[in-house]
T-cell receptor
Framework: AQTVTQSQPEMSVQEAETVTLSCTYD???????LFWYKQPPSRQMILVIR??????QNATENRFSVNFQKAAKSFSLKISDSQLGDAAMYFC??????????FGTGTRLKVLA | GAVVSQHPSWVICKSGTSVKIECRSL??????MFWYRQFPKQSLMLMAT?????????EQGVEKDKFLINHASLTLSTLTVTSAHPEDSSFYIC????????????FGPGTRLTVT
């Protein structure tokens, strides 16, 4: 069965600094998709970035980028120039052909002014 | 982008009563929707997959007779919590996806259920 692990329950970063959130997963599938979602205090899930497993190039969205290591089954999120508005819960998610998501346990990110 | 709404955003009900939560895809048709439950400071737990025109598929450990799901149209799925008890108090989130959009799910804003 597929699993997603986020080993950092909480992280802190100074405003304007860079932080990396870790995510590892386990699957026997060769084709799948990985996502990072942000859940602010409003609890609305917001897509941050996504990665298709067949693409070797790491996805980037403005200040957000991933380090996708398929062989190591690792999918970390790097947030550059952290802003106060980045403070939230971050969930790593995996899906393959069934469309069902498997979520990690989440990492709470605190941004310090 | 695709928008998913939920109604109500917050509901309080008495123990033993039933409550219905609606999930709508506003600008697209969704043959499949998902219902999640989230306890405070925890991750989202998939409860069931809602399929338009057919029975929902429930995850292991989820009581199908307690959490009734009806997907009557391509834009509406409902979750009814029957004979609610305080332990059913939680945050319920629905989602839907576009098959053309690389498996991305679009999430509703969630419904906070409090059972007194």
């Amino acid at each position: 069965a597929q699993t997603v692990t986020q080993s950092q329950p909480e992280m802190s970063v100074q405003e304007a600094e860079t932080v990396t959130l870790s995510c590892t997963y386990d699957t026997s599938e060769s084709d799948y998709y990985l996502f990072w979602y942000k859940q602010p205090p409003s609890r609305q899930m917001i897509l941050v970035i996504r990665q298709e497993a067949y693409k070797q190039q790491n996805a980037t969205e403005n200040r957000f980028s991933v380090n996708f290591q398929k062989a190591a089954k690792s999918f970390s999120l790097k947030i550059s120039d952290s802003q106060l508005g980045d403070a939230a819960m971050y969930f790593c998610a995996y899906t393959s052909g069934t469309y069902k998501y498997i979520f990690g346990t989440g990492t709470r990110l605190k941004v310090l002014a | 982008g695709a928008v998913v709404s939920q109604h109500p955003s917050w509901v309080i009900c008495k123990s033993g009563t039933s409550v219905k939560i609606e999930c709508r895809s506003l600008d697209f048709q969704a043959t499949t929707m998902f219902w999640y439950r989230q306890f405070p400071k925890q991750s989202l737990m998939l409860m069931a997959t809602s399929n338009e025109g057919s029975k929902a598929t429930y995850e292991q450990g989820v009581e199908k007779d307690k959490f009734l799901i009806n997907h009557a149209s391509l834009t509406l799925s409902t979750l009814t919590v029957t004979s609610a008890h305080p332990e059913d108090s939680s945050f319920y989130i629905c989602s839907a996806y576009l098959t053309s959009d690389l498996y991305e799910q679009y999430f509703g804003p969630g419904t906070r259920l409090t059972v007194t």
